[in-house]
Nanobody
């Protein structure tokens, strides 16, 4: 019954923006650190961002590849996680996954076998 559902992906030109959404069902999103992974064709899945359970003054992690361009946020009352993606580049093309994290800090994170994952949403950046 626990489900994470991503949406908001699509086709966008380089330099454009997209906002991804992740809605949690049948569990309380605010209990968990949350974040985003992505997997590009031929590459391993990588963590790009996560944040702790608190809204506002929370620990937030960004991969160097997206730092300064992507912004993670959450609305615990709506059981929703967001990823605002600006100045998109072709190398951002990937399937983006929402997931729970065990821990999330500004400089590191951890996941485990009990974490939940969504089905993913495709982001394609192309001219």
């Amino acid at each position: 019954q626990v489900q994470l559902q991503e949406s908001g992906g699509g086709l966008v030109q380089p330099g454009g923006s997209l906002k991804l959404f992740c809605v949690a069902s049948e569990f309380t999103l605010g209990y968990y650190p949350m974040g985003w992974f992505r997997q590009a064709p031929g590459k391993e899945r990588e963590a790009i961002s996560c944040m702790s359970t608190n809204t506002g003054d929370s620990d937030v992690y960004y991969a160097d590849s997206v730092k300064g361009r992507f912004t993670i946020s959450r609305d615990n009352a709506k059981n929703t996680l967001y990823l605002q993606m600006n100045n998109l580049k072709p190398e951002d093309t990937a399937v983006y996954y929402c997931a729970t994290f065990r821990l999330c800090y500004s400089g590191s994170y951890s996941t485990g076998p009990n974490d939940y994952w969504g089905q993913g949403t495709q982001v394609t950046v192309s001219s």
